[in-house]
């Protein structure tokens, strides 16, 4: 049952995920003959939901809610709240965690770059707004090489500058 009973994390809407799997939970009752027991028995149902959890994060906060809150155990539906509540919050701090380590490692490639050209890199991360955003992405649509030139790479939620700085050559 637990083999069928999955989070399919490769989906990217977590509302939908989170409702795809309660729907699943329907169809194994169904399939695998367990009307009887589960339709009656809400808390058998909850505590199914909750021990076929992923990731394991998501699993000990749900846990955690419920340990403060007895009434999770009993209802769906205020189960099902508490799981895409929880979903979302791990998916921002996933989503938050990815973009920090995009912006390090373009950091850590401008350090490498830097030790092997002949002119400096000086990387500054400036937070800018969604409307800076869309301003730039507007810009490379109407003239590619111009907004090139006044920012080489944007990511969401943070700009990237690059300076550009003469050194002296190096002596071969």
Request: charged fraction near 30%; glycine fraction near 2%; hydrophobic fraction near 35%.
């Amino acid at each position: 049952m637990a083999r069928h009973l999955r989070i399919d994390l490769t989906q990217k809407d977590v509302k939908a995920r989170i409702l795809d799997y309660f729907d699943s939970m329907e169809e194994v009752i169904e399939v695998h003959g367990l009307g009887v027991s589960l339709r009656n028995n809400v808390k058998l149902k909850c505590k199914v939901l909750v021990e076929n959890l992923r990731p394991s994060t998501l699993k000990d906060q749900v846990k955690r809610a419920i340990e403060y809150d007895p009434s999770l155990k009993a209802n769906v539906h205020r189960l099902f709240d508490l799981v895409k509540q929880e979903a979302i919050r791990n998916q921002q701090a996933f989503d938050l965690y990815q973009r920090t380590d995009n912006v390090t490692r373009v950091i850590a490639t401008a350090r490498s770059k830097r030790r092997n050209s002949t002119t400096l890199v000086h990387t500054i991360v400036v937070a800018i707004s969604v409307d800076q955003l869309n301003r730039h992405a507007r810009n490379v649509k109407a003239c590619p090489q111009e907004a090139a030139c006044t920012a080489e790479r944007v990511t969401t939620g943070w700009k990237i500058v690059r300076q550009l700085r003469r050194t002296r050559r190096r002596k071969p």
